[in-house]
C-alpha cells in the first residue's frame, strides 16, 4: 500500500532529532553527528502510523532531506537499516565509504 502524502522534515538542532508531523502525531528520529556523519539512532513512531503504512514513506523523505546535505548516514536504529537495506541502490551513496548495511 503506497501512501501519498508529502512529508516535511524539520531538523530540530537544539534536540539533535529530525521530527516530522504525520496526521497530528510527532514522528521524530533521534540523531548524533560525528565529523560529516549523521547517526540515526532512534526511531519514535506511533504504532497507528506505522500500520497505516507510513514509516517508509517518512523514512524515504527523511533519506531525501538528509541527501540534499553533505553528510553521510550511519543507520545504527534497525528500522532505518532495514529500509535502507531494501533500497540499497537508492542510498548506496549517502553511506560512508566501506560500510555496508
Given at each position: 500500500?503506497?501512501?501519498?502524502?508529502?512529508?516535511?522534515?524539520?531538523?530540530?538542532?537544539f534536540?539533535?532529532?529530525?521530527?516530522?508531523v504525520i496526521?497530528?502525531e510527532l514522528v521524530?528520529?533521534?540523531y548524533?553527528?560525528?565529523?560529516?556523519?549523521?547517526?540515526l539512532?532512534k526511531?519514535?513512531m506511533p504504532?497507528?502510523?506505522?500500520?497505516a503504512g507510513?514509516?517508509?514513506?517518512?523514512?524515504e523523505?527523511?533519506?531525501s532531506?538528509i541527501?540534499e546535505?553533505t553528510?553521510k548516514?550511519v543507520p545504527?536504529?534497525?528500522e532505518?537499516?532495514?529500509?535502507?537495506?531494501?533500497?540499497r541502490?537508492?542510498?548506496k551513496?549517502?553511506?560512508p565509504?566501506?560500510?555496508?548495511?
Amino acid at each position: 500500500m503506497m501512501i501519498d502524502v508529502e512529508i516535511k522534515i524539520t531538523d530540530n538542532e537544539f534536540l539533535r532529532q529530525f521530527e516530522s508531523v504525520i496526521n497530528e502525531e510527532l514522528v521524530i528520529v533521534e540523531y548524533s553527528q560525528q565529523e560529516r556523519k549523521v547517526f540515526l539512532t532512534k526511531l519514535k513512531m506511533p504504532e497507528v502510523l506505522k500500520e497505516a503504512g507510513y514509516l517508509e514513506p517518512f523514512l524515504e523523505a527523511l533519506l531525501s532531506y538528509i541527501q540534499e546535505g553533505t553528510h553521510k548516514v550511519v543507520p545504527t536504529n534497525p528500522e532505518i537499516a532495514k529500509y535502507m537495506r531494501k533500497n540499497r541502490r537508492k542510498y548506496k551513496d549517502l553511506l560512508p565509504v566501506g560500510m555496508n548495511i
